[in-house]
């Protein structure tokens, strides 16, 4: 990939906000296995060039959080439809925590307004409005911060669905405000 191409995708990411760590819902002994999490990355880079329009949850074309909802779909997993409503849905798990398939969220100012799948190696699977759905690197340094100077906006730690077919709903926690 050439330099000029991997700055502007860089530079897409600074646009968007920042990326983060890992997701979870329920228990960390829930986590997908490794197989399920290779399955949502594939399942995602199989969209790769899906336009993006505003509203959409595929097949045909998604937004941000209709791409997320459509590939956990066809893992059998429920999310809800928006980005916001997807991270209050579930818990955080620490940066050091992330692995291949969890969501990944970007916020300004305390609101969430867009998700990815992290794909491993600082990559993230998105739809962004710029395009279309597509793996992007992001900026981050070995502990799944943001480069110094790379970006402003504040990053959310990633979420993990968990290996349970239920609906992905808030802890008690979240939904009382408190954090665990």
Known sequence: MSTTLRRSLARALIVLGA???????AHPAEAMSHQARD??????????????VY????????????????????????LPRTAAAQSGAVRHVGRAARHRGDL??????????HVGIYAG??????S????????????????GLLRPGALTRRHEP??????SREACVPSPARRSGRSR
């Not at 399955?39 to 993006?52: C, D, I, L, M």
């Not at 990944?104 to 307004?113: E, I």
Request: hydrophobic share 35%; aromatic share 10%; net charge positive.
């Open 128 to 143: 962004p409005p710029s395009g279309a759905a597509r793996e992007a690197r992001a900026p981050l340094d070995e502990r």
């Open 121 to 126: 190696h600082n990559s993230v699977w998105h």
């Open 39 to 52: 399955r949502v990355v594939h399942v995602a880079a199989s969209k790769a060039g899906t336009p993006y």
């Open 158 to 163: 990633a979420r993990r669905i968990s290996q």
């Open 104 to 113: 990944v969220f970007f916020s300004s100012g305390g609101h969430v307004y």
């Open 55 to 78: 509203g959409a949850d595929g097949p045909r074309a998604f937004d941000c959080s209709g791409f997320t909802k459509w590939v956990f779909s066809r893992m059998g997993r429920h």
């Open 19 to 25: 990326v983060a760590g890992s997701t979870a819902l």
